[in-house]
């Protein structure tokens, strides 16, 4: 990683004389950025730009390079890397587009680049990416300009696939906080990945907070993984979000989790803050640059009363808490001048306080109360008029600063100004300023949010299921449905008891045995929806009944052209709530267990959850608790419901070959508090 962002010197290929070349815009980013190392362009022919040396190879430099840029066609990268690795340079970004971005997978160019660097022993970024930031070294890569003062120098890193987001990034917290530490645009990941620099940033002393903006997430279970062990706060930023399916698949499961399901199940289960915009990342940003908060009480110091109803709307709506203020304090807060004009309360209105260090004062109070978690002050700029006490901004940043320190508790500031000095006011401190009052309630919910996901990571622990049992295996001659139950049945997953039978003899001896009242299903290998090809019947209450549903089912079948592969009888269970159990086999995740409220409209619900199995019964306990979109599970449930999931994770983790699979319904009988699975569906890979 020194290589990376602590390299002696820097080689930057593909510089012309053409004035928007973009390998200039990197050596003058160096130049601007004050790099200390040296820094040498490749290009045609000798001579010099703004006192650097262009040479016509690698091979003419005489000075100590480490890192090589590259920024030429595509199909002269491998013959580069050559020359680099002959010079020793074992290090390269490869800025350079043109590969699996636009064939993916496909792309011959990307397999030969990634099998050339192999072979050659050379570690490199990219390609289709704007390299590394390191702001201690001065080193900074990317195309887009940084002019002097606009890169500043700060301790959180950022690791993203777009290089745009990049320069953005490095962009927004050098102004709305005290600037970037190190930077890594990862483009293509043919080489080097976000695990790589995960491992790298989590052991780095400079980096105290890791910004993370991920398109795909190929090796998703082990960046989960990693960032579960991360002893610095990592905020997710995952962008391009698959559409839900609404296809009809072979299974609801197919439809249902799809890629961003999954994503968001991961970063529940393993306490990961998700960002769901760029603002977001940078507003969480700004949030965990503040002291860690205890709770969700907040007290608010408001200059303004129509700004302080907005922070209580905003409270309520974010599921933060006006702290209750003892009238103590309240009376303490009156005696500062002209405050016993005002109506106290909390958002504590001090609008006819026209100083800035008495409401500095009352901030003072409402912090240091117990009940108080964080604090929050909005109070118009010094500036506003002549009858406000003109007080120097950085002082009250300070005051501000320290008594956050001295109470150990957060407090963001929000000024009632214009836009401008708002922005003047960012850009000449590293303290957050918040641009609204709601900004500022939203920050301590990040804050609290956080809290609450690293609480449930500690809660939740390392503990994971253990595959039990060996693969199933697989009959491809029998129908995937029958095969099903006998898979239920080795997990101790309990269902009702299933009887098959092409005869309609055998299923009218069974229903005799079951009892009556009965349902009827058909399996077909020319369906997978039974109900949505009319082959259910349910309540059949005697014999007669029972004959006439199997002789119409025949007829619908070969009406349909459909074939038969089995009846299937079982006894009707008695009416009560339904939940959906679902696991696929993810290319990027691996096994994924997904739960719902299930029913005949299990597709319509939006209310799913997602996990990577195998799950711990905390996280199974916190799947049940967090499960809306119906009715609530009775606590008297939640014993043997937290035993299936924990089974049905170990049946997904332990059956690789086992695609998808549908438990729908699963249903929790009211009369003696059971719960068992009606119907399962799956699907394996045959061969």
């Known amino acids: 990683m020194e290589g990376f962002f602590s390299p002696r010197g820097v080689a ?53 390079i480490d890192l090589a840029v590259i920024i030429t066609p595509a199909a002269t990268v491998i013959p580069l890397m050559q020359e680099c690795r002959d010079r020793g340079i074992r290090r390269a970004v490869v800025m350079t587009a043109g590969f699996n971005e636009f064939k993916g997978g496909d792309d011959v160019l990307s397999k030969e680049v990634k099998a050339a660097a192999d072979e050659l022993g050379v570690r490199f970024i990219g390609p289709n990416c ?14 887009g300009l940084f002019p002097p003062g606009s890169l500043k120098q700060g301790d959180i890193s950022i690791i993203t696939q777009s290089g745009t987001i990049c320069w953005m990034g490095s962009s927004y917290l050098s102004h709305e906080l005290g600037g970037v530490n190190k930077v890594v645009s990862l483009g293509n990941k043919l080489n080097m990945n976000e695990i790589d620099f995960l491992d790298y940033f989590m052991g780095d002393d400079s980096t105290r907070l890791i910004l993370l903006h991920l398109e795909g997430t190929e090796k998703g279970r082990e960046l989960f993984e990693t960032i579960r062990q991360s002893p610095k706060p990592v905020i997710l ?75 209580a709307d905003t409270c309520k709506r974010e599921g933060m808490v006006l702290a209750d203020i003892p009238d103590s304090c309240l009376e303490d807060i009156s005696r ?25 004062r009352a901030l003072d109070m409402v912090a240091r109360v117990a009940e108080v978690d964080g604090a929050i002050l909005s109070q118009f700029h010094p500036e506003t008029g002549e009858y406000f006490e003109n007080y120097p901004v950085e002082d009250i940043i300070r005051a501000v600063e320290e008594l956050s320190n001295e109470t150990d508790k957060p407090i963001a500031v929000h000024f009632l100004c214009n836009p401008q000095v708002r922005e003047k006011m960012k850009a000449e401190t590293g303290t957050p300023l918040f641009d609204t009052i709601e900004d ?51 997990y101790e997953i309990p269902y009702e008891a299933a009887f098959f039978s092409r005869s309609e003899e055998d299923a009218v001896e069974a229903a005799a045995t079951f009892g009556y009242p009965v349902a009827l299903k058909a399996i077909s290998p020319d369906f997978t929806h039974k109900s949505a090809a009319g082959a259910v019947v349910l309540g059949i209450d005697n014999e007669a009944k029972l004959r006439e549903a199997l002789k119409k089912m025949k007829e ?37 267990l997904i739960l719902g409220h299930g029913g005949v409209k299990v597709e319509s619900h939006d209310r799913f959850l997602t996990a990577l199995a195998p799950v711990s019964p905390e996280t199974a306990a ?66």
């Open 12 to 64: 930057v290929f593909g510089v012309s004389e053409n004035p928007k070349n973009v390998a200039r815009a990197v050596l003058q980013n160096l130049q601007l950025c004050r790099y200390q190392g040296h820094v040498v362009g490749i290009g045609s022919r000798e001579y010099e730009i703004d006192g650097v040396k262009i040479l016509p190879s690698i091979a003419a430099v005489d000075q100590p």
């Open 440 to 490: 500022a309630v939203a920050a301590m919910k990040y804050l609290w949010r956080y809290r609450l996901l690293l609480q449930k990571r500690a809660r939740i622990g390392t503990r994971r299921a253990a595959a039990e049992l060996a693969p199933a295996v697989f009959d491809p001659a029998a129908h995937p449905d029958r095969q099903g139950f006998q898979l239920l049945s080795r």
């Open 336 to 360: 500062i001048p002209k405050a016993k004009l005002i109506n106290l309360s909390n958002p504590v209105d001090t609008g006819n306080i026209y100083d800035a260090m008495g409401q500095h």
């Open 622 to 687: 916190d799947m049940l608790t967090r499960l809306e979109g119906g009715p609530s599970i009775e606590s008297r449930y939640f014993p043997e419901l937290v035993r299936i999931l924990v089974q049905f994770s170990k049946l997904l983790c332990g059956n690789p070959r086992l695609e998808e699979i549908d438990i729908n319904p699963l249903r929790l009988l009211p009369e003696t508090g059971e719960v068992k699975a009606l119907d399962v569906r799956l699907l394996f890979q045959k061969g």
């Open 556 to 592: 619908r079948l070969a009406a349909q052209g459909a074939g038969l592969s089995d009846f299937l009888l079982q006894r009707m269970a008695l009416p009560g709530p339904e939940l959906f159990l679902g696991g696929k086999q993810d290319p990027h995740y691996g096994p994924v």
């Open 237 to 311: 930023f995952k962008t391009q979000i698959s559409q839900e399916s609404r296809k009809v698949a072979y299974s609801h499961t197919a439809a249902l989790a799809d890629d961003d399901r999954v994503v968001e199940g991961a970063c529940e289960q393993y306490g990961v803050l998700r960002a769901r915009s760029f603002r977001e990342m940078i507003d969480m940003a700004k949030a965990l640059s503040l002291k860690p908060i205890r709770g969700n009480r907040l007290g608010i110091i408001s200059a303004s009363g129509g700004i302080g109803i907005m922070a």
């Open 130 to 143: 704007q390299g590394v930031i390191n702001t201690r070294a001065g080193l900074c890569l990317p195309f």
